[in-house]
């Protein structure tokens, strides 16, 4: 029998974790300093939190999850977030402290940034323009 389609039936992406040393400066940071809306915080036992912040109206979250043994903070995420003017966020983010490398743009790709959140974990910005 030929399948096609999805025959997972996995539909989206829902959620992507990020794990953090402390979940109350984390949420301080995407909600403060990227201008994220927490959607989802509930307690998990032992102290912590499940956590879901996103961008307004973004159908993604990323979850807020708390370091433990086996899971440390500060990765690449290899997140992509997207803005329709890469230099002006960037420079936003220079003035909020925020750990940012230079603005990068090669012929043909948009321009894009990588930065680090309260946790030194990987994030990059890009430019994104609607169609």
């Given amino acids: 029998m030929t399948q096609t389609g999805n025959p997972s ?3 989206d992406i829902r959620t992507v974790g990020i794990p953090v040393g402390d979940q ?15 959607r989802l915080d509930v307690p ?6 499940w956590i879901e912040v996103a961008p307004p109206h ?4 990323i979850a807020l999850i708390r370091a433990h043994d086996g899971l ?6 290899g997140i992509r977030l997207t803005t329709p003017d890469a230099d002006r966020i960037h420079s936003n983010f220079l ?15 948009p321009p894009m940034f990588a930065f680090r959140d309260q946790d030194g974990n ?4 890009i430019e994104v323009h609607a169609q």
């Fill in 122 to 125: 990987g994030l990059e910005i």
């Fill in 95 to 109: 003035a909020h402290g925020v750990d940012v490398d230079d603005v990068l743009s090669w012929p043909g790709t």
């Fill in 44 to 49: 998990m036992g032992a102290g912590a939190r």
């Fill in 9 to 11: 039936g996995i539909k």
């Fill in 24 to 38: 109350e400066q984390a949420l301080a940071f995407y909600l403060e300093t990227l201008g994220f809306e927490k």
């Fill in 72 to 77: 440390s903070s500060g990765v690449e995420t």
């Fill in 58 to 61: 973004a159908a993604t979250t």
